[in-house]
């Protein structure tokens, strides 16, 4: 293989790679092997800085059920403590056991409501991608048009 189908091949599968950028690319005015390649790399480039500007959708949402239990367990503390206050006549012992029990309800709470989040901030995040994706494709075929190609998916 020379040196110039060698680097087509490895262009084309790293836009094989890319399932964004996984289209027919076809030359309309005779463009050489060199142009091609760098043309291909160049709008690549252009895609890919478009598609990842700075992802925060990369930043993958963690913790929601944790933050949730202590913010719920919390939460339910501080209701006990209020509510076993008006409870004078009962012993320590009872008040203490009383205001555990509404800190594990609000404990639970709080682990359905930050699994709920989280799983949210997930589905957020997939549409983000899938965007993104779309995006970047959509670049590259504009970049390629205008370099000249016929881009087919």
Do not use: F
């Not at 409870?87 to 699994?115: C, S």
């Not at 957020?124 to 995006?135: F, H, P, S, Y």
């Amino acid at each position: 293989m020379t040196r110039s189908t060698s680097l087509l091949v490895a262009s084309l599968l790293s836009v094989a790679c890319w399932p964004a950028l996984a289209q027919t690319v076809t030359p309309l005015h005779g463009q050489s092997q060199q142009t091609i390649q760098a043309d291909m790399s160049a709008c690549q480039s252009q895609a890919s800085s478009y598609a990842n500007p700075s992802s925060s959708s990369s930043s993958a949402p963690g913790g929601q059920r944790l933050r949730g239990a202590a913010a719920g367990a919390a939460a339910g503390a501080a209701a006990g403590q209020i509510r076993s206050n008006d409870y004078d006549r009962i012993g320590d012992e009872a008040q203490q056991e009383y205001r555990q029990e509404r800190a594990k309800e609000g404990a639970a709470a709080g682990v359905v409501v930050g699994g709920s989040r989280q799983r949210q901030e997930r589905r957020e995040g997939r549409r983000a991608d899938q965007q993104n994706a779309a995006n970047a494709s959509s670049v590259y075929s504009t970049c390629m048009q205008q370099r000249g190609y016929q881009v087919s998916p």
